[in-house]
Each structure stands twice: as structure tokens, then as C-alpha cells.
């Protein structure tokens, strides 16, 4: 996948060194999986870095990690846009095509921005597109999806208990609000643009044993895909609005296919 997304962004032969980015690194839950792909990248013959976004730089037309060139940066940071204080340099390298970005901005507008959610719940935008009967007959089972304006606004608040609300480019369940939840104060701060309103669809539980005790869990699936190919599925638990690592005997739990 690496070395396609390099060659996808007009490079030959293969990336010498590898930057793995995010914030916070000794914060981060899955700090671990960074150093997994570490080890990953060094065992290919690549030299590896687990590093915070501020110790990279711009300079002469090449990212610099350490005086070292960075050749491909795997991008674990959540600010998709890179316009938040601290993540200049890796924009500025990415604008200029001095560095391999994946994913990268174009990446997540075109795959992951949930705008995109209103454009392929919609019936007619799908009739006009080069696909077939049974993508079109899966692109039904996405909810409904509207983005929120000052035009439908009032609309939403009356019906709000059908919707959940997040932001267009959000992650993680931050900043999410399931309708019946929702003050008056936070719908403020919702209206004022940026969020899709999405159709409630109840998750499926599942009995589980924490503790000694049988519990019932909030379940959804997850199908991790490159290019269209699937990669791996897994399921998360958890309790909650919305999916979370903090449930006792929740996360991530394999899918077993019969």
C-alpha cells in the first residue's frame, strides 16, 4: 500500500526514509501500533521515526526530521486540513510535492469527509453515476444524510430526536450528538454550519461476560479497505452515545465470518 501511494504521487524505486506523524505521541492510545510500523518499515529496509509534527521542517524544498530528508510521511494526525498551529511544515512540504503524504487532505475530501455522506444517500446523484445495479443497491443502505443549514435548521431542531449530528470533518465520536441529547446551547453552536445531521440507526448489542457479570454492549462492524480491497474487519464495543476505548471490557473484538 505504501509503495503504491508513493508511486500514485509521482515517485519511482521506493522511499528511503519514513516519518510516522501525530500529536501528542506519548498520549496516544495506540502509540503501540505507531512502533509496530515502525519495526515494519525497518524490517523493508527503510529508516523509521515515530515523531511529533513540530520536530519536522520545511527547509531548502525538503522535510527534515533531525537534518535527515524525510522521503514518506505514514500521516496518523487528525487535523485532515494540516491548518492547525504546529503542522506547517508538513503542509507547506505537501503543497510543494517535496514529501509523500498519505493519507493526505485530497485523500480524506474525496474518501472520508462526511459531507459526502448527503451526496450518497441521494437516489438521484447515484443515477447519474457509472455503477453498477448492486453498488447502487448498497449505496441504499447508507442513512439519510443532510447537511445542516440556516435553511433547514428549524427543521432539524423539531425532528431532532431522529438524528444524530457530527461534525463534517470530525473523528472519534468527538463533538457527536445524538438528537435527544442535544441543548439548546449546543444546537447553537450546530447551526452555525459544519455538521451533517444523519438519520438514528440503533446499533446491535451483543451479551458479554466483564467481570463475572453479562452485559449488553453497543456493537458496530468495521471493514478496513485500500483501492477497494478489503484489508480486515473487526467489530468495536462499547457503552455510550458513541464508540469509545473508555467501556469496561469494550474495543476492539474480532469478527468471525461462518
Not at 44 to 69: H, I, S, Y
Not at 120 to 138: E, F, K, M, V, Y
Request: net charge positive; with cysteine.
Amino acid at each position: 500500500m505504501f509503495l503504491a501511494e508513493w508511486r500514485a504521487q509521482g515517485r519511482v524505486g521506493q522511499p528511503r526514509t519514513v516519518a510516522i506523524v501525530d500529536d501528542r505521541l506519548r498520549e496516544q492510545y495506540l502509540l503501540p501500533e505507531f512502533l509496530l510500523a515502525q519495526r515494519f518499515f525497518e524490517r523493508n529496509g527503510l529508516k523509521a521515526w515515530v515523531v511529533d509534527p513540530e520536530q519536522l521542517r520545511f527547509a531548502e524544498g525538503r522535510l527534515v526530521f533531525e537534518d535527515q530528508a524525510v522521503d514518506l510521511v505514514y500521516n496518523r494526525l487528525v487535523d485532515f486540513a494540516l491548518s492547525e498551529s504546529g503542522h506547517e511544515p508538513l503542509r507547506e512540504a505537501y503543497m510543494a510535492g517535496a514529501v509523500v503524504l498519505t493519507p493526505n487532505p485530497r485523500n480524506h475530501a474525496l474518501l472520508a469527509d462526511k459531507r459526502n455522506l448527503a451526496l450518497l444517500c441521494d437516489p438521484g446523484a447515484a443515477s447519474r453515476w457509472a455503477i453498477t445495479s448492486s453498488q447502487r443497491q448498497s449505496l441504499a443502505a447508507v442513512p439519510a444524510t443532510v447537511m445542516v443549514t440556516a435553511d433547514n435548521a428549524n427543521q432539524l431542531w423539531a425532528a431532532r430526536k431522529r438524528y444524530f449530528f457530527k461534525p463534517a470533518a470530525g473523528h472519534g465520536g468527538k463533538a457527536v450528538y445524538r438528537g435527544d441529547k442535544i441543548t439548546r446551547g449546543v444546537w447553537e453552536d450546530i447551526r452555525q454550519g459544519g455538521y451533517i445531521a444523519q438519520a438514528f440507526a440503533a446499533p446491535r448489542e451483543r451479551r458479554i461476560r466483564v467481570d463475572g457479570k453479562i452485559q449488553s454492549l453497543k456493537l458496530d462492524m468495521r471493514l478496513y479497505t485500500y483501492a477497494g480491497s478489503p484489508l480486515l474487519m473487526a467489530a468495536r464495543v462499547y457503552q455510550g452515545q458513541t464508540t469509545n476505548f473508555r467501556t469496561p471490557g469494550g474495543g476492539f473484538a474480532p469478527v468471525f465470518v461462518i
